[in-house]
Protein backbone atom coordinates (compact mmCIF):
# COMPACT_ATOMS: atom_id res chain seq x y z
CA UNK A 1 0.00 0.00 0.00
CA UNK A 2 1.21 3.28 -0.77
CA UNK A 3 0.51 6.26 2.05
CA UNK A 4 1.03 9.79 1.26
CA UNK A 5 -0.01 13.29 2.76
CA UNK A 6 -1.00 16.58 1.73
CA UNK A 7 -0.98 19.41 4.00
CA UNK A 8 -2.84 22.76 3.70
CA UNK A 9 -2.93 26.15 5.48
CA UNK A 10 -5.64 28.50 5.45
CA UNK A 11 -4.49 30.78 8.48
CA UNK A 12 -5.45 34.08 9.60
CA UNK A 13 -2.14 36.16 10.33
CA UNK A 14 -4.56 39.21 11.44
CA UNK A 15 -6.56 37.63 13.76
CA UNK A 16 -3.75 35.12 15.37
CA UNK A 17 -5.43 31.79 14.83
CA UNK A 18 -4.74 29.13 12.17
CA UNK A 19 -5.43 26.31 10.88
CA UNK A 20 -3.92 23.16 9.45
CA UNK A 21 -5.01 20.65 7.38
CA UNK A 22 -3.89 17.15 6.41
CA UNK A 23 -5.10 15.25 3.55
CA UNK A 24 -4.37 11.29 3.85
CA UNK A 25 -4.24 9.11 0.83
CA UNK A 26 -3.70 5.62 0.83
CA UNK A 27 -3.87 3.25 -2.13
CA UNK A 28 -2.98 -0.81 -2.94
CA UNK A 29 -4.63 -3.84 -3.15
CA UNK A 30 -6.73 -6.19 -1.27
CA UNK A 31 -6.41 -9.73 -0.64
CA UNK A 32 -8.57 -11.91 2.17
CA UNK A 33 -9.63 -15.25 2.59
CA UNK A 34 -12.02 -16.25 5.11
CA UNK A 35 -14.96 -19.29 5.84
CA UNK A 36 -18.45 -19.02 5.63
CA UNK A 37 -21.09 -21.24 7.07
CA UNK A 38 -24.83 -21.26 6.70
CA UNK A 39 -27.92 -23.20 8.43
CA UNK A 40 -31.10 -23.56 6.27
CA UNK A 41 -34.18 -25.43 7.90
CA UNK A 42 -35.90 -27.81 5.86
CA UNK A 43 -39.28 -29.06 7.72
CA UNK A 44 -37.63 -31.46 10.30
CA UNK A 45 -33.84 -31.03 8.96
CA UNK A 46 -31.44 -28.51 9.49
CA UNK A 47 -28.68 -28.58 6.22
CA UNK A 48 -25.54 -26.71 7.43
CA UNK A 49 -23.53 -24.80 4.10
CA UNK A 50 -19.93 -24.12 4.54
CA UNK A 51 -16.85 -23.51 2.49
CA UNK A 52 -14.05 -20.70 1.92
CA UNK A 53 -14.57 -16.87 0.33
CA UNK A 54 -11.58 -15.36 -1.40
CA UNK A 55 -11.85 -11.55 -1.97
CA UNK A 56 -9.64 -9.20 -3.98
CA UNK A 57 -9.04 -6.36 -5.36
CA UNK A 58 -6.52 -4.74 -7.75
CA UNK A 59 -7.08 -1.23 -7.29
CA UNK A 60 -8.19 0.38 -3.74
CA UNK A 61 -7.94 4.06 -3.00
CA UNK A 62 -8.90 5.58 0.42
CA UNK A 63 -8.84 9.03 1.19
CA UNK A 64 -9.22 11.13 4.77
CA UNK A 65 -8.92 14.94 5.78
CA UNK A 66 -7.66 16.16 9.33
CA UNK A 67 -7.67 19.82 10.66
CA UNK A 68 -4.93 20.58 13.84
CA UNK A 69 -6.62 23.84 14.86
CA UNK A 70 -8.77 25.55 17.25
CA UNK A 71 -11.93 23.37 18.59
CA UNK A 72 -15.17 24.97 19.53
CA UNK A 73 -14.23 25.07 22.85
CA UNK A 74 -11.04 27.35 22.21
CA UNK A 75 -8.48 25.03 22.44
CA UNK A 76 -5.58 23.53 20.02
CA UNK A 77 -6.58 20.32 18.98
CA UNK A 78 -7.65 17.59 16.13
CA UNK A 79 -10.60 17.32 14.49
CA UNK A 80 -11.62 15.10 11.50
CA UNK A 81 -13.48 16.68 9.06
CA UNK A 82 -16.86 15.10 8.77
CA UNK A 83 -18.10 14.10 5.25
CA UNK A 84 -14.44 13.90 3.68
CA UNK A 85 -13.54 10.25 3.56
CA UNK A 86 -13.71 8.69 -0.11
CA UNK A 87 -13.11 5.47 -0.80
CA UNK A 88 -13.03 3.62 -4.42
CA UNK A 89 -12.70 -0.41 -4.92
CA UNK A 90 -12.44 -0.95 -8.28
CA UNK A 91 -12.01 -4.91 -10.27
CA UNK A 92 -13.60 -6.44 -7.10
CA UNK A 93 -13.67 -10.39 -7.50
CA UNK A 94 -15.33 -12.54 -4.50
CA UNK A 95 -15.37 -16.27 -5.51
CA UNK A 96 -16.81 -18.31 -2.79
CA UNK A 97 -16.23 -22.14 -2.85
CA UNK A 98 -16.50 -25.32 -0.83
CA UNK A 99 -20.04 -25.89 -0.92
CA UNK A 100 -22.47 -27.48 -3.64
CA UNK A 101 -24.26 -24.32 -2.68
CA UNK A 102 -21.74 -22.01 -3.89
CA UNK A 103 -22.71 -21.14 -7.23
CA UNK A 104 -26.10 -19.66 -6.20
CA UNK A 105 -24.26 -17.16 -4.11
CA UNK A 106 -21.74 -16.62 -6.40
CA UNK A 107 -24.56 -15.87 -8.80
CA UNK A 108 -26.03 -13.52 -6.16
CA UNK A 109 -22.39 -11.62 -5.99
CA UNK A 110 -22.22 -11.29 -9.67
CA UNK A 111 -25.66 -10.15 -9.80
CA UNK A 112 -25.12 -7.47 -7.14
CA UNK A 113 -21.66 -6.38 -7.99
CA UNK A 114 -22.30 -2.69 -7.74
CA UNK A 115 -24.27 -3.01 -4.61
CA UNK A 116 -21.59 -4.72 -2.83
CA UNK A 117 -18.63 -2.77 -3.25
CA UNK A 118 -20.76 0.26 -2.32
CA UNK A 119 -21.37 -1.47 0.84
CA UNK A 120 -17.73 -2.37 0.94
CA UNK A 121 -16.39 1.22 0.76
CA UNK A 122 -18.90 2.45 3.08
CA UNK A 123 -17.55 -0.16 5.55
CA UNK A 124 -14.21 0.82 4.44
CA UNK A 125 -14.52 4.11 5.24
CA UNK A 126 -16.69 3.46 8.58
CA UNK A 127 -14.07 2.05 10.13
CA UNK A 128 -11.21 4.22 9.10
CA UNK A 129 -13.34 6.88 10.86
CA UNK A 130 -13.72 5.40 14.04
CA UNK A 131 -9.65 4.32 14.28
CA UNK A 132 -8.51 7.86 13.12
CA UNK A 133 -11.26 9.57 15.91
CA UNK A 134 -9.90 7.17 18.29
CA UNK A 135 -6.22 7.89 17.51
CA UNK A 136 -6.53 11.46 17.21
CA UNK A 137 -8.19 11.99 20.64
CA UNK A 138 -5.40 9.58 22.08
CA UNK A 139 -2.48 12.08 20.90
CA UNK A 140 -4.65 14.66 21.81
CA UNK A 141 -4.43 13.80 25.28
CA UNK A 142 -0.97 12.84 25.49
CA UNK A 143 0.46 15.36 23.36
CA UNK A 144 -2.22 18.93 23.81
CA UNK A 145 -3.58 18.23 26.95
CA UNK A 146 -0.79 18.54 29.85
CA UNK A 147 -1.98 19.65 33.47
CA UNK A 148 1.03 19.65 36.47
CA UNK A 149 -0.51 19.95 39.54
CA UNK A 150 2.59 20.80 42.10
CA UNK A 151 1.62 19.89 45.86
CA UNK A 152 3.46 23.01 48.16
CA UNK A 153 4.82 21.88 51.47
CA UNK A 154 3.09 24.63 53.23
CA UNK A 155 -0.33 23.66 51.99
CA UNK A 156 -2.13 23.71 48.77
CA UNK A 157 -0.88 23.01 45.46
CA UNK A 158 -0.40 24.30 42.57
CA UNK A 159 -1.76 23.79 39.05
CA UNK A 160 0.49 24.65 35.80
CA UNK A 161 -2.30 24.49 32.67
CA UNK A 162 0.04 23.97 29.14
CA UNK A 163 -2.96 23.27 27.19
CA UNK A 164 -2.33 25.17 24.31
CA UNK A 165 -4.81 27.83 23.00
CA UNK A 166 -3.53 29.55 19.92
CA UNK A 167 -2.00 27.98 16.24
CA UNK A 168 -0.51 30.19 13.46
CA UNK A 169 1.13 28.97 10.12
CA UNK A 170 1.56 28.71 6.99
CA UNK A 171 1.01 25.61 4.70
CA UNK A 172 3.17 23.48 5.41
CA UNK A 173 3.61 23.52 9.16
CA UNK A 174 1.96 24.88 12.35
CA UNK A 175 3.15 26.85 15.23
CA UNK A 176 1.45 25.92 18.47
CA UNK A 177 1.30 28.50 21.30
CA UNK A 178 0.79 27.01 25.27
CA UNK A 179 0.62 29.92 27.29
CA UNK A 180 1.14 28.68 30.90
CA UNK A 181 -1.46 29.35 33.21
CA UNK A 182 -0.87 29.02 36.85
CA UNK A 183 -3.55 27.99 39.78
CA UNK A 184 -3.14 27.81 43.45
CA UNK A 185 -5.58 26.19 45.40
CA UNK A 186 -5.88 25.25 48.98
CA UNK A 187 -4.59 27.56 52.23
CA UNK A 188 -0.96 27.52 52.14
CA UNK A 189 0.09 27.44 56.22
CA UNK A 190 2.25 30.23 57.82
CA UNK A 191 3.43 33.61 56.18
CA UNK A 192 6.70 31.67 54.81
CA UNK A 193 7.65 30.82 50.76
CA UNK A 194 5.55 28.28 48.94
CA UNK A 195 7.97 25.82 47.78
CA UNK A 196 7.45 22.29 45.91
CA UNK A 197 7.07 18.92 48.01
Do not use: H
Amino acid sequence: AVVSTQSTGDGSPSSGTGRLGVNAYVSGGIRARGSWSLDKEFWFYTANFAGRVDIASSSFSLTNRVILGQKSNGKVGFSRVRGSCSASISNLSVDISGSWFSWVLNFLVWYFDDELTDVLEEFACEATDDSVDEALQEYEDSMLNRDYLMALKTGGSIEVDFTPSVITGGSSCAIIVAPSSLRLSGAPRGSGPATPV
